[in-house]
């Protein structure tokens, strides 16, 4: 169908009923978090392309890799991925000083209440070590939402682990960033001090999360003015 049906699984629900409804020939789940859950009902649909291990945990060039293969266009597929890890390259040439330099991804989804990416093992996570930064390493001992989760949860008390290099912060309402900000703890990060703290909407981090070959392009033309700046702030003009 040249339709596009847009389904909610916000709460990690397949809703398996509209799913059915729309009679797919494959089906897509590699990245949801509800596929355990949810598989033998979505395979009694079509046949259903899972992860391989956890939702986070293959990198997207993976899951291209298996969609690519499920579709029978897998010279396609290694096409877009030579071109999204092209995308990659050109960004990390032009901010070579970023090599080395730690991050951190969170997101305020609730009052007090952080989300932030932390494993090696999780794609966001791969996707910022191939321009070079590396998760920072405050972060290594957290404890995942879940057995099956690449990120973690992380309090207000807790704020600190996130300053970072480059500390990127999604926020699901305005009011929540502002409270967020005005805290006297946000506010001493060094991070924020030293302005290599920046915010990025809900779509940009929604992609970070899943990244594509489509997304990718965007992905790095939304974050050069971070990069730009946050190389300028720890090195000095070049």
Not at 7 to 23: H, M, V, Y
Not at 203 to 223: N, Q, Y
């Amino acid at each position: 169908s040249s339709t596009t049906t847009l389904l909610d699984a916000t709460n990690n629900e397949a809703p398996i009923e509209a799913i059915a409804a729309l009679k797919p020939d494959l089906i897509v789940a590699t990245g949801f978090y509800g596929l355990d859950a949810a598989y033998a009902d979505l395979s009694k649909i079509a046949p259903t392309i899972a992860d391989t291990s956890i939702p986070a945990g293959d990198t997207w060039q993976e899951r291209l890799t298996m969609v690519g293969k499920a579709l029978g266009r897998a010279s396609d597929a290694q096409k877009a991925i030579d071109a999204g890890q092209s995308a990659i390259q050109e960004t990390k040439d032009t901010y070579p000083a970023l090599a080395g330099k730690t991050f951190s991804l969170s997101l305020l989804f609730a009052p007090g209440q952080i989300a932030t990416i932390y494993s090696e093992s999780d794609f966001a996570v791969n996707f910022f070590e191939a321009l070079g930064l590396k998760v920072t390493p405050d972060l290594a001992n957290l404890t995942p939402f879940s057995a099956t989760n690449t990120s973690a949860p992380v309090s207000m008390e807790q704020v600190n682990l996130l300053d970072a290099d480059l500390m990127i912060m999604a926020f699901s309402t305005s009011d929540l960033q502002q409270s967020f900000e005005s805290n006297a703890l946000v506010q001493s990060l060094g991070a924020v001090k030293s302005s290599h703290y920046f915010t990025v909407d809900l779509e940009t981090v929604s992609a970070l999360r899943f990244p594509s070959p489509l997304a990718i392009p965007w992905i790095l033309e939304k974050l050069a003015p971070a990069f730009a700046a946050c190389i300028v702030r720890l090195t000095g003009p070049r």
